[in-house]
T-cell receptor, first 118, second 112 residues
Framework: NAGVTQTPKFQVLKTGQSMTLQCAQD?????MYWYRQDPGMGLRLIYY???????DKGEVPNGYNVSRLNKREFSLRLESAAPSQTSVYFC?????????????????FGEGSRLTVL | AQSVTQLDSQVPVFEEAPVELRCNYS??????LFWYVQYPNQGLQLLLK??????LVKGINGFEAEFNKSQTSFHLRKPSVHISDTAEYFC??????????FGSGTKLNVKP
């Protein structure tokens, strides 16, 4: 029961470097999300993909790009990392049904990726 | 814009005492509400959810929450906390079927 798997778990970058965070889910969910968590600010949505082939901006998309590679995988890319992007990043998935059915509807989270930009 | 507000950033409480963690959400025709718990260095786990039906929702580990539409609140309660409940708790709302918004979190510190 892998659920949502994120890699890498830890990464240190220098300002200006690029990197990609990978996320995969094995629950056949339609929707996938990337959040960042910063102290005192809760989780803020970066990008989400309601279904395969679509992506949309969240609250804090600047400096990030995403790719929904297939139904299972959703990657987050930092093209030119900045110290302000130091954070813990969480990938999540959800059934994302057009109409919520009882027993469904929540987000399932990965364990997080801790990124430090120096 | 939709939003979720958690009114307390930290809540200290003694073991076996009751606790209430407060959450307010911005009103919408269609909203679904959740509470998640995060233990140190871990991801978020679902505690409970309100999708429809009874306004009192029971979750795991003895937690429950009450959906109050008139006050746009979804407060989390537990009648008697344990040391193991020490964690950060997040309230979340799902709008428009696919967008989730989170509160800023409440750190529950249970003291012996």
């Amino acid at each position: 029961n892998a659920g949502v798997t994120q890699t890498p778990k830890f990464q240190v970058l220098k300002t200006g470097q690029s990197m990609t965070l990978q996320c995969a889910q094995d629950m056949n969910h339609n929707s996938m999300y990337w959040y960042r968590q910063d102290p005192g600010m809760g989780l803020r949505l970066i990008y989400y993909s309601a279904s395969e082939g679509t992506t949309d901006k969240g609250e804090v998309p600047n400096g990030y790009n995403v790719s929904r590679l297939n139904k299972r995988e959703f990657s987050l890319r930092l093209e030119s990392a900045a110290p302000s992007q130091t954070s813990v990043y969480f990938c999540a998935s959800s059934p994302g049904l057009a109409r919520i059915r009882p027993g469904t509807g929540e987000l399932f989270f990965g364990e997080g990726s801790r990124l430090t930009v120096l | 814009a939709q939003s979720v507000t958690q009114l307390d950033s930290q809540v200290p409480v003694f073991e076996e005492a009751p606790v209430e963690l407060r959450c307010n959400y911005s009103s919408s025709v269609s909203v679904y509400l959740f509470w998640y718990v995060q233990y140190p260095n871990q991801g978020l786990q679902l505690l409970l959810k309100y999708l429809s039906g009874s306004t009192l929702v029971k979750g795991i580990n003895g937690f429950e929450a009450e959906f109050n539409k008139s006050q746009t609140s979804f407060h989390l309660r537990k009648p008697s906390v344990h040391i193991s409940d020490t964690a950060e708790y997040f309230c979340a709302a799902r709008y428009n079927f696919n967008k989730f918004y989170f509160g800023s979190g409440t750190k529950l510190n249970v003291k012996p």
